[in-house]
């Protein structure tokens, strides 16, 4: 399994744009990086999963360049709300198992 | 869609009970469940994999005799904390595989079970 490394923590303000940069440099040919996002007290909840270039949902974006070496998850006008640990993984999906890493946690401040 | 539930939320228990969690897939059937322990302020820790019809399979470290998992059907599997000791107090995650269309399998995670054991 890749290992994946991101900042620890992050301080960001309302209405900033977010981005979290997860290094995995032994990425497999097969793996695919998904983001998680977890609150206090509760699971963790998919935010989004790609496999190159761009993706982009409802809530967040995922960049991958080209060597897929690194991909950023960009959360596009942070709220009080976006307080909470966020994990990169990779993997070559969900029937294999995941490893969390550390995570970095975001703290938004008003 | 693609919602998983735990029961408990949360428990407290003597020490040497037994324990025992469940977690269900409610809207997708699952062949594959993964249980997680996470202690405060860490990261979430795998500590077994769970296949429908046949043994689990748990990570090094992890007793299988005090963590017994059961998966008896595609949307049902259980932990289950045997003579549970208050080092075993933490928060207990689990997640189902979710696999379909041109979309990479991802796993979707139960809300978690609080364990306390006194």
Same mark, same amino acid.
């Given at each position: 399994?890749?290992?994946?490394?991101?900042?620890? +923590?992050?301080?960001?303000?309302?209405? %900033?744009?977010? *981005?979290?940069?997860? @290094?995995? *440099?032994?990425?497999?040919? *097969?793996?695919?990086?998904?983001?998680? %996002?977890? $609150?206090? +007290?509760?699971?963790?909840? $998919?935010?989004?999963?790609?496999?190159?270039?761009?993706?982009?949902?409802?809530?967040? +974006?995922?960049?991958?360049?080209?060597?897929?070496? +690194?991909?950023?998850?960009?959360?596009?006008?942070? @709220?009080? @709300?976006?307080?909470?640990?966020?994990?990169?993984?990779?993997?070559?999906?969900?029937?294999?198992?995941?490893?969390?890493?550390?995570?970095?946690?975001?703290?938004?401040?008003? | /869609? !693609?919602?998983?539930?735990?029961?408990?939320?949360?428990?407290?228990?003597?020490? /040497?009970?037994?324990?025992?969690?469940?977690?269900?897939?409610?809207?997708?059937?699952?062949?594959?469940?993964?249980?997680?322990? #996470?202690?405060?302020?860490?990261?979430?820790?795998?500590?077994?994999?769970?296949?429908?019809?046949?043994?689990?399979?748990?990570?090094?470290?992890?007793?299988?005799?005090?963590?017994?998992?059961?998966? &008896?059907?595609?949307?049902?599997?259980?932990?289950?904390?045997?003579? &549970?000791?208050?080092?075993?107090?933490?928060?207990?995650?689990?997640? !189902?595989?979710? !696999? /379909?269309?041109?979309?990479?399998?991802? #796993?979707?995670? /139960?809300?978690?079970?609080?364990?306390?054991?006194?």
């Amino acid at each position: 399994l890749a290992k994946t490394t991101q900042p620890i +923590s992050m301080d960001s303000y309302e209405g %900033q744009e977010v *981005n979290i940069t997860c @290094s995995h *440099n032994n990425i497999a040919t *097969n793996d695919y990086i998904t983001w998680y %996002q977890q $609150f206090p +007290s509760q699971g963790p909840r $998919f935010i989004i999963q790609g496999y190159k270039t761009k993706v982009t949902n409802e809530v967040a +974006s995922l960049f991958i360049p080209a060597d897929r070496k +690194s991909s950023t998850l960009s959360l596009p006008r942070v @709220s009080l @709300s976006d307080t909470a640990v966020y994990y990169c993984l990779v993997g070559p999906g969900g029937y294999n198992k995941l490893i969390f890493g550390a995570g970095t946690r975001l703290a938004v401040h008003p | /869609g !693609a919602v998983v539930s735990q029961h408990p939320s949360w428990v407290i228990c003597k020490s /040497g009970t037994s324990v025992k969690i469940e977690c269900r897939s409610l809207d997708f059937q699952a062949t594959t469940m993964f249980w997680y322990r #996470q202690f405060p302020k860490q990261s979430l820790m795998l500590m077994a994999t769970s296949n429908e019809g046949s043994k689990a399979t748990y990570e090094q470290g992890v007793e299988k005799d005090k963590f017994l998992i059961n998966h &008896a059907s595609l949307t049902l599997s259980t932990l289950t904390v045997t003579s &549970a000791h208050p080092e075993d107090s933490s928060f207990y995650i689990c997640s !189902a595989s979710l !696999a /379909g269309g041109n979309s990479p399998d991802t #796993q979707y995670f /139960g809300p978690g079970t609080r364990l306390t054991v006194l």
